[in-house]
């Protein structure tokens, strides 16, 4: 009679713990990181990697390396604990990538990796890593990015890459790293607005066979929500009045509160955003996300508190040949979807 008394407690607890979990509903994360220049120390002669050698100024040694790789890795698996994507940029090769999921931060959890070489003539690449327990790859495709007016400028392919998440939702992941704002914001704008016109006609050919299609946008735009590129051309809105078929910067309302992920002159911006289609904000079908579900991660141990300014800001690599062995010069940025456990 014990036995089955025992027994039947102890299906109760189980039960009651599954019911719980249940309760909380499924997560999914989906994270970004521009890594600044995580290059290894090998010279290759076909891209300008120079200054990220152990001979150069900035005297890039295999122990600084391993310090990034280190550094890098805790950020990427802080972010909700390990996402199943995570999307990448200033990567110089495949062998970085190999390099940073064998530190020590990634041990016992497997990932897959996405990536080829772009025609950036510094070598630097945008990735997709993911978690093959959580998320099923289909298909990929790198969209090139060639000015009209500008046949000597080359710059880093658009990632995009169609898989199913956990749970059975498709999704569409796009990530990004437009041309930087180096020689004028004004000068370089209509660059990254000629970028927002190819990636906007991709998810436009996905929206307009399913307007409820699973889009997320994410990357390092050098622009912000306001701005030309992102609001008018690609048209991500503020993540309100959603319709099916738009899409949303889910980065909006932060950025107006005056937040940023970059730092300039002591000065935040929010050059890194993540963007959503409609039906991943009220659809109701599947994985949802809601603006104070996207987060700028930016625990203590990746600030410094400048003296100069007064105010804490991302602790870097380098500042121009100094080194400072830090992160990044950008924070990362990270979603959690959630699926309704009723």
Not at 133 to 141: G, M, P, T
Not at 153 to 171: F, H, P, S
Not at 230 to 241: G, I, Y
């Amino acid at each position: 009679m014990r036995r089955i008394v025992l027994f039947a407690f102890l299906i109760l607890v189980v039960s009651t713990a599954q019911s719980q979990q249940a309760g909380k509903g499924e997560e999914f994360t989906v994270a970004f990181y521009n890594v600044e220049n995580l290059f290894d120390t090998i010279d290759d002669p076909s891209v300008k990697d120079d200054d990220f050698t152990p001979t150069s100024e900035k005297q890039w040694t295999r122990e600084r390396y391993q310090t990034k790789l280190k550094h890098i890795s805790r950020v990427l698996t802080s972010m909700n604990g390990y996402p199943p994507i995570i999307g990448l940029a200033e990567t110089e090769n495949r062998q970085v990538l190999v390099d940073l999921l064998q530190t020590r931060h990634f041990s016992g959890m497997y990932y897959s990796m996405i990536h080829h070489d772009s025609p950036d003539e510094r070598g630097i690449d945008v990735a997709l890593l993911y978690r093959p327990d959580k998320f099923s790859y289909l298909r990929r495709q790198f969209i090139p990015i060639h000015f009209p007016f500008d046949d000597q400028t080359k710059v880093r392919d658009i990632l995009y890459v169609k898989g199913v998440a956990q749970g059975g939702d498709t999704l569409h992941v796009y990530v990004n790293h437009w041309k930087s704002r180096y020689g004028g914001r004004k000068e370089t704008r209509k660059y990254r607005i000629h970028s927002a016109g190819i990636l906007k006609e991709h998810t436009d050919s996905i929206l307009h066979r399913d307007p409820a299609a699973n889009i997320i946008v994410i990357g390092d735009f050098n622009d912000e929500p306001v701005n030309t590129s992102l609001q008018k051309t690609l048209q991500a809105r503020p993540p309100e009045n959603i319709k099916k078929g738009e899409l949303y910067n889910m980065l909006y309302p932060k950025d107006q509160e005056g937040k940023g992920t970059y730092n300039y002159k002591y000065e935040w911006f929010m050059l890194d955003n993540f963007i959503v289609s409609a039906g991943l904000i009220k659809d109701g079908r599947g994985y949802t996300i809601q603006p104070g579900d996207v987060k700028i991660f930016d625990a203590p141990w990746v600030l410094y508190e400048n003296p100069k300014a007064g105010m804490k800001v991302p602790n870097r690599t380098y500042g121009g040949p100094n080194y400072f062995g830090g992160y990044s010069d950008h924070l990362a940025i990270y979603g959690v979807f959630h699926r309704s456990g009723k």
